[in-house]
């Protein structure tokens, strides 16, 4: 692996595949000097978000995997002249752009019209006010109609009905609407669902996601348009946010309180939808958290093996007609129902790869066929979703200290191992990154958190009595 691919890699490890697939997915290596490290990325957000908050930490795993501590320089890639060929010494000249002011003059064509600077901010203003109004792009398949309702989900569904099909100008019952589940379970069909329907009423509803709030908000600023993009989003009847988890930045969430209070206290309609329970957003201020969970707070649990088999048959459905002979027997829907994870998108990826080996192998599809094809995406169960607040509650008792001693600065020997054990079952046993645990634990700094997962993880493989309570310590959580 080169030094670059080994920077993503533990970047994806430290801060897990959900937020490194939504912010560096997309980033790429322009090219490597002795001094700079030049990373492209496809939008002026995203530059701003990474310099804002990761680029010292890209900085450092540069300087580790390397050897040499170089700046890093993110640039957009529109604006990026691709690497010219390698010269005879070996280096790469790279030109990329450094800030708006360092841009070359642009000549103007003898044929184009020119706005006025008023007429363009007037312009951009009408422009954010209209992407704002319109929200993100909504599928036309995720509606209640579609929706496989089963216990695990069912509460969740009927209070999105609810919320959806009320009548134009009544009071909301539920405001806001919190729904929280793990990845694939349902959150985003049920909130598209509610748009879809919340128009057919006759009611301006409006589905954004985070990164879609904070773009707006960001190019609000930069434009000196903020009023228009508060006025956007405060006189809509109903509105939609999906992974309020990604929603970062003190004026970012300053700025959803005031339109969550203003949208609330003005009887509008507010849905919202995370990955954890409110009080689990430990990087949202305390006040929106607390009107977050004034609302109903609604989890969609995984999805039990009935309900599987009910979404596996609804999918294959629609397959079957879109894909003429597709066609899979009823005990090898039963066996994929036993056999996935919890989540649909795991339904999804099955049937989709059932469908590839059938159309491009001509096979028809038989149990053993299934077994064959499946075998490496195959997650018989989901862990247990365990929280922070489970790991330090579970490790205070058992080694006899509070709460409050592991989130303090105390430095005593009967303080730190309990805290850097929590640390590291924090770490192995939940989806949350370095930086989120460092928060967690007295807002400490996530390189105090990696030194103590290293340092558990090496004395696992020499004290034995450690290793025994480690395990002893995994077991009383798993069951929490």
């Known amino acids: 692996m080169t030094p670059w691919e080994r920077v993503r890699q533990r970047l994806h490890d430290e801060i897990g595949e959900e937020k490194f697939s939504s912010w560096f997915a997309r980033m790429e290596l322009d090219g490597l000097s002795d001094e700079t490290v030049h990373l492209s990325v496809p939008t002026r957000f995203l530059k701003s978000w990474i310099q804002e908050n990761y680029l010292p930490r890209i900085s450092e795993l540069f300087a580790e995997e390397s050897g040499a501590r170089r700046r890093v320089d993110v640039a957009v890639r529109s604006a990026v002249a691709r690497p010219m060929p390698l010269k005879a010494s070996g280096r790469r000249e790279v030109v990329s752009e450094r800030s ?12 184009a019209t020119v706005m006025p600077a008023s007429a363009t901010a007037n312009a951009s203003v009408n422009s954010i006010a209209s992407d704002m109004s319109s929200g993100s792009p909504l599928d036309p398949r995720l509606t209640f109609d579609t929706f496989v309702v089963g216990k695990s989900n069912s509460l969740a569904h009927a209070a999105a009905r609810q919320v959806a099909e009320a009548a134009s100008g009544a009071n909301p019952v539920f405001n806001p609407l919190y729904l929280h589940a793990a990845v694939g379970l349902g959150k985003t069909h049920l909130l598209q669902a509610v748009v879809w329907a919340a128009g057919q009423k006759g009611r301006r509803a409006i589905y954004l996601t985070a ?3 904070m773009y707006g908000f960001v190019a609000a600023l930069k434009t ?4 228009a993009f508060k006025d956007a989003l405060r006189t809509i009847d109903t509105l939609v946010i999906d992974d309020l988890q990604f929603l970062k930045g003190n004026n970012l969430q300053q700025e959803f309180c005031h339109t969550l209070n203003a949208l609330l206290d003005g009887g509008r309609q507010v849905v919202v939808a995370a990955d954890c329970v ?3 957003l430990e990087h949202l201020d305390e006040r ?7 609302g109903l707070v609604v ?7 009935d309900l599987r088999l009910q979404i596996l048959k609804t999918r294959y459905q629609a397959l079957a007609e879109q894909h003429a002979g597709f066609t899979v027997p009823a005990p090898v829907l039963e066996f994929l129902a036993r056999s996935m994870g919890q989540s649909g998108r795991d339904l999804d990826g099955a049937l989709n790869k059932l469908l590839a080996f059938n159309q491009l ?6 149990l053993e066929m299934a077994e064959n094809a499946i075998k490496d995406i195959i997650r018989p169960c989901d862990p247990k979703r365990v929280r922070v607040d489970d790991i330090l509650r579970i490790v205070a008792k058992h080694y006899n200290v509070s709460r409050a001693d592991l989130l303090s600065q105390r430095r005593t020997a009967n303080v730190v191992k309990p805290r850097q054990v929590a640390m590291f079952l924090a770490k192995t046993l939940t989806l949350r990154s370095l930086p989120e645990i460092g928060r967690r634990f007295g807002g400490r700094d996530h390189t105090t958190v990696l030194h103590a997962v290293r340092k558990i993880d090496r004395l696992l493989g020499t004290d034995r009595a450690l290793a025994d309570e480690i395990e002893v310590l995994k077991r009383a959580i798993q069951e929490a």
Do not use: C, M, N, Q
Request: charged share 30%; no cysteine.
């Open 100 to 111: 708006p002011e360092a841009r070359p003059t642009r000549t103007v064509p003898a044929t």
């Open 211 to 213: 990164e879609r709030f």
């Open 224 to 227: 000196h348009s903020a009023i």
């Open 278 to 280: 409110p009080s689990d």
């Open 288 to 294: 929106v958290r607390s009107r977050l969970a004034g």
């Open 299 to 305: 989890e969609l649990a995984p999805l039990e093996e």
């Open 361 to 366: 192998t001509s096979e028809p599809v038989t």
